[in-house]
């Protein structure tokens, strides 16, 4: 299992972060109390204007406080806390982007979703991309069985083909 503790650099300062349960609840009790149902966490953390700034240091604050609470729990001494205000009185707006990036990481981690590797097999990308129908294709094929483009936003590439399959099966000459 992949560590769910992530860590970014703030003041020159290593901070962890976990997106654990209890991250979560207080997450969206925060979010809900300050910005009703209008703004969701992805949001808060990629948002620039003001509100999503302040909501932004305080997801910051709660991933920091689970990380720590989880250290401890795993028998780690608990490094010291940030809170909201340090985070926007220390960060620059240069440190910015990539604490934002590590916020998400964290995120993603604890929703079991590693990002994936910055290193890419370039060959099985090119292989990836041709077996890929590109976007005409699709889109003719759509308008040959009768489907409207509308019809087509609703539809994933894949589910379509497999539609189209299942009503004009191959024969062993295809």
Known sequence: MNDIIKQAMIDGNTVNLAYTVRAMMDVNRILKQENGDNLELVNVVFG??????????KVVEILNYSAELLRVSRGCKPDALVNADKVLDSTSPSELLELKKACMSAILAGLGREEQSSEIDLGLAELEKK????????ILALLSVGLTLKDADRLAAGVFFDILDLKNPKTDED
């Open 131 to 138: 077996k890929e129908p590109s976007e005409a294709k699709v």
């Open 48 to 57: 620039d204007d003001l509100t999503t700034l302040d909501s932004f240091a």
